[in-house]
């Protein structure tokens, strides 16, 4: 009995035991398990909030355990998230607030992506996060100052984002962090100086923001600091000592900013770890420390366009330096010794850069110079006060690329030696004492694209061997004492952009071979001793905008082929032997200046146009002129013969007019019995507006050869463009719908509507319209256009290829004044349709493929598909007449709050034509597979702003070539300040917000300045 009882006893404890077992077991799996699935769900919901274009996360599904999915990493230990990476794919939409929940992450890396909208604040609940990478995402709204609750935070990468707001002073609490990156956000305010209690800081960077204030005191403390960059801000003030005592430091980085102050005489010293120095573009005063040579790790020295004054001190121990960029600063005294520095760089064996313009050193160029490195690539002594001689050893710098010595006092004659140097693009010796003659060498010289050698004592004559030079952009060698006659092979060079061999000796004809210069913008020939008449071949020059042959014996009347010269502004002809009478043609002209004094003129002038600006013409000096505005001041025309001209015009007049009533009559009469007699069966062909064309379905198709594929010139969303010749001769392009595509027959009406109300000479001429049926009883819908003989701005900016590539590059090439003139052409078409019509019109699709150029490269915008006409209310505001929900334009172009419904509105149009003109002048498209990971072409150009711009710029705009096997970009010549001034004008209008964007009138106006400046600043130069 008793061994019953125990032997049950046991058995119930036993079950005890293992009941209790099973519970716990149980309540540690239920733990688990709630654990896992919070990972889960909040990784589910991360998924369902953003478009995965490429399927990244298509494994994270019930099918494999979350842990295995791509990008996530689960710690052995509790077998939670612990990592989250989903760099570089492309993801877009808000970040779900539910990552919050995984408690366990520790590195959450989101960045290169397009993310957008808010930071969660939930973010700020993950305490063992140690890495949190947003960067190069769309991100907007204000720094979640909860992120001071992830004390383990390490690395906080923000930058590349579109944040705003105050940096949250909350964040001095991150003992830990390392690394704090805010660069190229839009935040606002002062540097807290809690940061300063960031003691384990490592790295701190926050340019292209727009900060002000002070740099904190506090960051004096920051012991361990190694990196600090805050370039391109607003910040003031003096940079605080204490930062120069950080010993620590490699990097420092204030440029661009508005700071104050001198530079430590202790700086190399107390900095020697210094590799990168950058304090350019401030109002830094005092003099460069002699102890900054003892930062003997130093690369990078960049202190340009400061209040710096004295000497350079000896640089000797810096082996490892590369640049030395000091210009526009104070330095130098004019002394002998000023250069000396020079001598001090002769063991650096990889110097590169040499800066030192707009300075007043003076002196002898010393005899050390040429024993600098080989490796230098970049020589910028002008606008100083330098004498001597070029050493002919110049030829060993085999890697030069720019030589530029302009405006000094150096002497003797040009080394034969630039001949060798093969990879120089820039050679600048202009405004100095140079004597004897240009050598041939020069022509070996295979990429040169700027040759300037003007204002010097150079004689002889100007060698044939140029015309070897076949990506010469620029050559001026005016004011100098040059003889003989122009080389036919340099005229002959069809990359030129500018000549100015003005003020010289030179003698002869001007070579047939002027026509090939189908580049050039600005000729100035003046003051030279030429003969015989103006070549008609000169009318081949059509982007000819400034032609200068005053002082000559230039002899005959003006070519008629001048009439094609449509975009001459310029046009001086004073001091020749010129005769025959003022062409009338010359009426339509928009000259700034025509000079025509001086010369043996005869009959009357023209009246009209320019002429009516006495202002701007000048014909003094011609006895045998007679007539024009009375503000001309030249004798009135013989009476009689004004009689019998009127009579005669007269009489044609009113002959004119009676057989005008009779035709019409005849013509109204002819269109009565047509119509009556026409059945109502019959689908007609109707015209737009006033149009003056007939076309049915018929004349359509046997003007584009049954539109055939030969024909084709273009397709788009709603059908496609062909080439037609009507009855008559007449050259059309006709736009043919497939009806077959929905909201085709929607554009083809909004296309017609908004052609039939808008007249403007940037806008593309429909002349007819056709609506009826085809052969087959489908219906047909097409609109026939002018043509336009260059095809579209998409043809110039992108050529396509073809068999003959070299053929296609050549002719497919805008010039800066090209791109210009057509930039001005949309943007006061813009201004039109938004601002002077009945109606305000938005065109909701404007792109280089919808800018037509026609034979004088004048743009015109098509394509009005998509636009749609706005209340009167809505001129500055989103309200249109009906949704937007399905118009959106094309990818690249298209505003981004169109993307999240918002309605149409003129500054949508603005944004476009922001995206446009960047990409006309960078050459990129908007889609260019380069723009990826959160970075964009108006952020591509807005950074580029901030450090020169010029490595942008479509290279053809620089020097006609690509970039060479290093992918280095080039340096720009006189032309950059333009560029950079049309980028910031892009720039402007592609702003991400709406209300941030330049308004188009204030574009237009701009432009307008830009192009007037860029005029003045060639004929400045050309009077140099």
């Not at 991400?992 to 130069?1021: D, H, P, W």
Request: one cysteine or more; hydrophobic letters at 40%.
């Amino acid at each position: 009995m008793d061994s019953t009882l125990f032997s049950f006893n046991l058995l119930v404890n036993s079950c005890s035991s293992l009941l209790f077992f099973m519970t716990c077991f149980r309540c540690f799996s239920m733990a688990l398990c709630h654990g896992n699935d919070t990972d889960q769900q909040a990784l589910l919901a991360f998924k369902g909030s953003i478009n995965d274009p490429f399927g990244y996360m298509k494994t994270w599904n019930a099918s494999t355990h979350f842990c295995h999915w791509s990008g996530v990493t689960c710690g052995r230990k509790h077998v939670r998230v612990i990592q989250l990476n989903v760099e570089n794919q492309k993801l877009d939409g808000p970040l779900s607030p539910f990552i919050g929940n995984m408690s366990f992450l520790r590195s959450l890396y989101l960045s290169n992506n397009s993310f957008r909208g808010e930071i969660p604040s939930e973010t700020g609940r993950l305490r063992r996060l140690h890495r949190l990478y947003l960067g190069n995402n769309s991100f907007h709204g204000q720094i979640p100052s909860n992120l001071s609750r992830c004390l383990n935070l390490v690395s906080l990468v923000l930058g590349g984002n579109k944040l705003v707001g105050s940096l949250p002073p909350e964040l001095g609490a991150l003992s830990k962090l390392e690394y704090l990156l805010l660069t190229r956000n839009n935040l606002t305010g002062e540097i807290p100086s809690s940061y300063g209690n960031l003691t384990s800081l490592i790295g701190f960077y926050a340019p292209v923001n727009n900060l002000q204030g002070k740099i904190p005191d506090s960051f004096g403390q920051l012991k361990n600091l190694e990196r600090f960059g805050v370039a391109a801000n607003r910040l003031s003030g003096t940079i605080p000592s204490e930062i120069f005592n950080i010993s620590s430091i490699t990097t420092f980085d204030v440029g661009l900013n508005q700071i104050q102050g001198t530079l430590p005489s202790s700086l190399g010293i107390t900095l020697p770890n210094l590799e990168l120095f950058i304090i350019g573009g401030n109002n830094v005063s005092g003099s460069i420390p002699s102890t900054l040579s003892n930062s003997s790790k130093l690369v990078y020295f960049l202190a340009g366009s400061n209040q710096l004054t004295g000497s350079v001190p000896s640089l000797e121990k810096l082996n490892e330096l590369q640049q030395l960029t000091i210009p526009g600063n104070y330095l130098g005294t004019g002394e002998p010794d000023d250069l000396s520095f020079i001598t001090s760089l002769t063991n650096v064996s990889r110097f590169r850069i040499l800066e030192i313009q707009f300075n007043s050193f003076g002196g002898v160029l010393p005899a050390s110079f040429r024993n600098l490195s080989t490796e230098l690539q970049v020589v910028q002594l002008s606008y100083n006060r330098i004498r001597g001689n070029i050493p002919p050893e110049i030829g060993n710098f085999v890697n030069v690329e720019e030589f530029q010595v302009r405006e000094n006092l150096l002497t003797g004659t040009i080394p034969m030696n630039f001949g060798k140097l093969k990879k120089l693009q820039i050679l600048d010796l202009s405004q100095n004492r140079f004597s004897g003659n240009i050598p041939s060498s020069l022509g070996n010289l295979s990429v040169v694209s700027i040759l300037l050698l003007h204002d010097n004592n150079l004689t002889g004559e100007i060698p044939a061997s140029l015309g070897n030079c076949n990506y010469m952009i620029e050559i001026y060698v005016a004011n100098n004492n040059l003889l003989g006659q122009i080389p036919k092979d340099l005229f002959a060079l069809s990359s030129l952009v500018a000549v100015d061999i003005s003020e010289n000796h030179l003698d002869g004809f001007i070579p047939l071979e002027v026509g090939n210069m189908i580049n050039l913008e600005y000729l100035n020939v003046s003051v030279n001793n030429f003969t015989g008449k103006i070549p008609i071949t000169i009318g081949s020059c059509v982007s000819l905008e400034a032609l200068d042959m005053k002082g000559n014996f230039f002899q005959g009347i003006i070519p008629p082929s001048l009439s094609s010269l449509r975009g001459l502004r310029v046009l001086d002809l004073s001091r020749n032997n010129m005769s025959g009478q003022v062409p009338k043609y010359l009426e339509d002209f928009k000259f700034q200046l025509l000079n025509l004094s001086f010369n043996d003129f005869e009959g009357a002038l023209p009246n009209e146009g320019v002429f009516k600006n006495a202002s701007a013409i000048s014909v003094i000096g011609n006895p045998k002129l007679c007539g024009g505005v009375p503000d001309i001041h030249i004798p009135e025309c013989d009476i009689k013969r004004s009689k019998k001209f009127g009579s005669r015009f007269i009489l044609k007049i009113v002959i004119s007019v009676v057989f005008g009533i009779l035709g019409l009559g005849m013509l109204v009469t002819l269109l009565i019995c047509f119509l009556l007699k026409k059945p109502k069966s019959v689908p007609v062909s109707s015209s737009l507006g006033e149009s003056l064309i007939n076309v049915s379905y018929r004349s359509l198709l046997q003007a584009t050869n049954g539109f055939s594929e030969d024909n084709l010139i273009g397709a788009g969303s709603y059908g496609s463009v062909y080439k037609g010749t009507l009855d008559g001769g007449i050259v059309v392009a006709v736009k043919v719908l497939n009806l077959s595509r929905h909201g085709a027959s929607k554009s083809f009406m909004a296309e017609c509507e908004v052609l039939r109300n808008t007249r403007h000479r940037n806008l593309v001429k429909v002349l007819s319209a056709c609506s009826g049926v085809d052969y087959r009883g489908n219906n047909f819908k097409a609109l026939v256009y002018e043509f336009m003989v260059n095809g579209s701005l998409e043809d110039w900016l992108h050529p396509h290829p073809s068999e003959d590539t070299s053929q296609a590059a050549e002719t497919k090439k805008l010039n800066i004044l090209q791109r210009l003139n057509i930039a001005i052409d949309v943007a006061s078409a813009i201004d039109y349709l938004h601002l002077h019509c009945e109606t305000p019109i938005v065109h909701c699709d404007l792109k280089p493929s919808n800018i037509l150029l026609d034979n004088q490269l004048v743009g015109h915008i098509g394509d009005f598909g998509l636009a749609k006409f706005l209340q009167p209310t809505a001129q500055n505001s989103s309200i249109s007449e009906g949704s937007s929900a399905l118009v959106r334009g094309t990818i690249g172009y298209t505003a981004p709050e169109y993307g999240i419904g918002s309605e149409l509105s003129p500054c949508g149009d603005v944004y476009s034509f922001g995206i446009l003109l960047l990409e006309m002048f960078t050459g990129k498209r908007p889609t260019d597979g380069m723009f990826k990971d959160g970075l964009d072409l108006p952020s591509f150009a807005k950074h580029a702003l901030l450090y020169g711009a010029m490595e942008v710029i479509d290279p053809s705009l620089i020097y006609g070539t690509e970039e060479d096997e290093q992918g280095k970009s080039t340096n720009i010549y006189q032309n950059k300040e333009f560029l950079v001034s049309v980028l910031r004008v892009g720039v402007a209008c592609s702003a991400y917000s709406g209300a941030e964007r330049m308004n188009i009138t204030e574009t237009v106006s701009q432009l307008y300045s830009i192009k007037e400046a860029l005029l003045e600043s060639q004929k400045t130069s050309g009077a140099h």
